[in-house]
């Protein structure tokens, strides 16, 4: 059973804001992920973490920054929210489990943004 | 770089019927390969992953996926459909290559819709 949390489950907030996208895991992963999730259900990595402080872009540019400060905590922040936001937002972690083996990522139920 | 191509955006299916969906890729590395699901307001959840060995994969929910290196191909398939399988389902690749840790790269998604 996958312990990984994202709050909030819907966000509707106007232009111009400032939002954190919260996400947490219980597993002790030391790898975190973000993906973008367009309407049409494409899915895009945009951030990743393989460790404490350490944050790379993923392969979709976003505006948004990540920032991982805790093992169990990757929170995702616009500092100016816009409309071209709008999207579904899921979290992911894994945890590498040896030579020769492969991690499975483990998904949370996603953010679902909305920017009026 | 990898991509992913889910040749079906969506698929209908009575219930009781065979299903299958999918999905071809492009590496210039070697690869693994999974398969995704996710149900209406939900993260996604692993159904099935080829790492090596044997080409024929089993999975959760009754599921099974063929590795077709040739063809460069990971189709799913079911042989017989509940109406609890209407989802998405995604197929994803990693780079096989340990120094290229775990980041995925997804198709699509397909939409299988199980009619009674």
């Known amino acids: 059973e996958a312990d990984i949390y994202q709050t909030p489950r819907y966000l509707v907030i106007g232009t111009g804001k400032k939002i954190t996208l919260e996400c947490s895991q219980t597993?002790?992963?030391?790898?975190m992920y973000w993906y973008q999730q367009d309407p049409g259900m494409e899915l895009h990595l945009i951030h990743y973490?393989?460790?404490?402080?350490?944050?790379e872009k993923g392969d979709l540019s976003s505006e948004s920054t990540v920032s991982r400060i805790r093992t169990e905590h990757f929170p995702l922040t616009l500092e100016s929210a816009r409309p071209s936001h709008t999207s579904q937002y899921l979290c992911?972690?894994?945890?590498?489990?040896?030579?020769?083996?492969?991690?499975?990522?483990?998904f949370g139920p996603g953010t679902r943004l909305t920017v009026l | 770089a990898q991509s992913v191509t889910q040749l079906d955006s969506q698929v209908p299916v009575f219930e009781e019927a065979p299903v299958e969906l999918r999905c071809n890729y492009s590496?210039?590395?070697?690869?693994?390969l999974f398969w995704y699901v996710q149900y209406p307001n939900q993260g996604l959840q692993l159904l099935l992953k080829?790492?090596?060995?044997?080409?024929l994969v089993k999975g959760i929910n009754g599921f099974e996926a063929e590795f077709n290196k040739s063809q460069t191909s990971f189709h799913l398939r079911k042989p017989s459909v509940h109406i609890s399988d209407t989802a998405e389902y995604f197929c994803?690749?990693?780079?096989?290559?340990?120094?290229?840790?775990?980041?995925?790269?997804f198709g699509g998604g397909t939409r299988v819709l199980v009619k009674p």
């Open positions: 992911a972690s894994s945890a590498f489990k040896g030579p020769g083996a492969r991690d499975e990522q483990f």
């Open positions: 080829y790492l090596s060995g044997s080409t």
């Open positions: 994803a690749v990693s780079d096989a290559r340990r120094a290229a840790g775990n980041k995925l790269t």
């Open positions: 973490s393989y460790g404490v402080n350490s944050t």
């Open positions: 597993m002790g992963h030391d790898k």
């Open positions: 590496s210039s590395v070697s690869v693994y």
